[in-house]
């Protein structure tokens, strides 16, 4: 937090008062190294911050490692490789973040802008996965009758909201995403180039697929499209409808 220093402070009075070391105060203030704080001058408290929260991955689910065409050692890799190790950089980051230079944020580069531009990417690359992971592992076919109405209401045919959702998973570069966007208050299907890239902001996902290389990679290559016939082929529809029902879409 920032701290407004006070005539007579001192770097050691100042961390002496809050009965922590010099050497952090320095860390998050290089500003100062060679000199004294000044009276008036803003300095950054790291250890004020809030202690962030540990975040921890979701359980695999044992119904992933039975997939119709998506084969285990295809889950748990993506899975307990780049699923969870978003999870641990998130952590990571947060931690770092506690004693980062904010007085030298910079948007060209700077320790800051790197950290939070970070932050961004790996905890979208978290929500995403999660979201992913948890509407697979069904039988596929349809979704129940009310997601169904409401994907005939938008797209005017179930069909041609599959037939726009698969053009969207060969088209994008990260994700394919059904969202009901609170500023129309419509479903869309919305395409991402990445976990940071083409996320639109008011929206709640309803169904999501992964399109990066490695959610398939080791089962079809450089050939997405089957992975995305397999992908349909197990999507649990529930979980879909458990979502819409949620956002009190009618």
């Given at each position: 937090?920032?701290y407004?220093?006070?005539?007579?402070?001192?770097?050691?009075?100042?961390?002496?008062?809050?009965?922590?070391?010099?050497?952090?105060?320095?860390?998050?203030?290089?500003?100062?190294?060679?000199r004294?704080?000044?009276?008036?001058?803003?300095?950054?408290?790291?250890?004020?911050?809030?202690?962030?929260?540990?975040?921890?991955?979701?359980?695999?689910?044992?119904?992933?490692?039975r997939?119709?065409?998506?084969?285990?050692?295809?889950?748990?890799?993506?899975?307990?490789?780049?699923?969870?190790?978003?999870?641990?950089?998130?952590?990571?980051?947060?931690?770092?973040?506690?004693?980062?230079?904010?007085?030298?944020?910079?948007p060209?580069?700077?320790?800051?802008?790197?950290?939070?531009?970070?932050?961004?990417y790996?905890?979208?690359?978290?929500?995403?996965?999660?979201?992913?992971?948890?509407?697979?592992?069904?039988?596929?076919?349809?979704?129940?009758?009310?997601?169904?109405?409401?994907?005939?209401?938008?797209?005017?045919?179930?069909q041609?909201?599959?037939?726009?959702?698969?053009?969207?998973?060969?088209?994008?570069?990260?994700?394919?995403?059904?969202?009901?966007?609170?500023?129309?208050?419509?479903?869309h299907?919305?395409?991402?180039?990445?976990?940071?890239?083409?996320?639109?902001?008011?929206?709640?996902?309803?169904?999501?697929?992964?399109?990066?290389?490695?959610?398939?990679?080791?089962?079809?290559?450089?050939?997405r499209?089957?992975?995305?016939?397999?992908?349909?082929?197990?999507?649990?529809?529930?979980?879909?409808?458990?979502?819409?029902?949620?956002?009190?879409?009618?």
């Amino acid at each position: 937090m920032p701290y407004n220093v006070k005539s007579g402070d001192t770097v050691a009075s100042i961390a002496q008062k809050y009965g922590q070391g010099e050497e952090a105060l320095l860390a998050a203030n290089p500003q100062l190294e060679g000199r004294e704080a000044e009276a008036g001058e803003v300095v950054w408290l790291p250890w004020e911050q809030e202690v962030p929260r540990e975040i921890r991955p979701i359980p695999l689910d044992p119904r992933l490692l039975r997939l119709d065409g998506i084969s285990a050692e295809q889950i748990r890799q993506h899975f307990e490789i780049l699923y969870v190790g978003y999870v641990n950089k998130v952590n990571e980051i947060r931690q770092q973040l506690r004693t980062a230079n904010r007085q030298a944020a910079n948007p060209t580069y700077s320790e800051f802008r790197g950290l939070k531009k970070g932050e961004t990417y790996a905890m979208d690359g978290v929500k995403l996965h999660e979201y992913y992971f948890n509407n697979l592992g069904g039988s596929g076919g349809r979704p129940g009758p009310r997601l169904l109405r409401a994907l005939e209401r938008f797209f005017g045919s179930y069909q041609r909201w599959e037939e726009d959702f698969r053009a969207v998973g060969l088209a994008a570069r990260g994700w394919a995403v059904l969202s009901l966007d609170d500023r129309d208050q419509a479903l869309h299907n919305y395409l991402l180039d990445s976990h940071d890239h083409g996320v639109v902001v008011m929206t709640k996902p309803i169904l999501v697929l992964d399109v990066y290389e490695h959610a398939y990679f080791l089962d079809y290559g450089a050939h997405r499209a089957p992975y995305i016939e397999a992908f349909f082929r197990n999507i649990r529809w529930e979980v879909a409808e458990r979502r819409w029902a949620k956002v009190g879409a009618a």
